[in-house]
Each structure stands twice: as structure tokens, then as C-alpha cells.
């Protein structure tokens, strides 16, 4: 069983091009992470700000782990900064995955 993580955040589109770096350092660090398997942020085309979110990982041992690593602690105290607000993921649990 894999976890996949789906939701969106909303970054106020002015914001949005100062927040990319720290974007792409919590990309870089949560990939490095065991068990990460896909972790990925994507700005909504249609809607400037709206940032879809898509992480799967193996188990839930090792998101447990994620939430507590140093990126994730520094991650969420720059929220407040950048104006990261209407937080809505989602946890899925799967059985298995195939190709369409």
C-alpha cells in the first residue's frame, strides 16, 4: 500500500515568484527522503496562485518521518511570510497502482 497526499494551497500570486526557491528546496529535500516516491507542486493555469500539491510515498512510516524533518519545520515557518493560506490535501491510501 502506497500513501498519496493530493490537495492545493493558495499563494497570493504576487508572492508566488519569491516563494519558487523555497518551493524547489522543499522539493529537492523531500525527494531525497526514504520512501519519498513522487513529490511535486504545480501552479493551477487557470487560477494564478492556486498551487496543486502531489506527494506519494511508501507507507505511512515514512510520511510520519517527513513531517518531522528539519525542511518540513523551516517549510511551514515560511507560510506566514509568503501569505500560504486555504491549505486543502488530502490523504489516499492505495492498493495498487497501473498505467491508463
Given at each position: 500500500?502506497?500513501?498519496?497526499?493530493?490537495?492545493?494551497?493558495?499563494?497570493?500570486?504576487?508572492?508566488?515568484?519569491?516563494?519558487?526557491?523555497?518551493?524547489?528546496?522543499?522539493?529537492?529535500?523531500?525527494r531525497a527522503e526514504?520512501?519519498?516516491?513522487?513529490?511535486?507542486?504545480?501552479?493551477?493555469?487557470?487560477?494564478?496562485?492556486?498551487?496543486?500539491?502531489?506527494?506519494?510515498?511508501?507507507?505511512?512510516?515514512?510520511?510520519?518521518?517527513?513531517?518531522?524533518?528539519?525542511?518540513?519545520?523551516?517549510?511551514?515557518?515560511?507560510?506566514?511570510?509568503?501569505?500560504?493560506?486555504?491549505?486543502?490535501?488530502?490523504?489516499y491510501e492505495t492498493?495498487?497502482?497501473?498505467?491508463?
Amino acid at each position: 500500500m502506497s500513501i498519496i497526499i493530493a490537495g492545493t494551497v493558495r499563494v497570493p500570486s504576487e508572492n508566488l515568484e519569491r516563494f519558487k526557491p523555497h518551493m524547489l528546496a522543499m522539493l529537492a529535500a523531500s525527494r531525497a527522503e526514504e520512501g519519498c516516491i513522487e513529490y511535486s507542486y504545480a501552479e493551477d493555469v487557470a487560477e494564478p496562485g492556486l498551487v496543486r500539491v502531489h506527494e506519494v510515498w511508501r507507507d505511512q512510516a515514512c510520511l510520519d518521518a517527513h513531517f518531522q524533518t528539519p525542511h518540513m519545520a523551516t517549510w511551514r515557518g515560511l507560510w506566514p511570510a509568503f501569505g500560504v493560506a486555504d491549505r486543502r490535501l488530502f490523504l489516499y491510501e492505495t492498493a495498487s497502482a497501473r498505467p491508463l
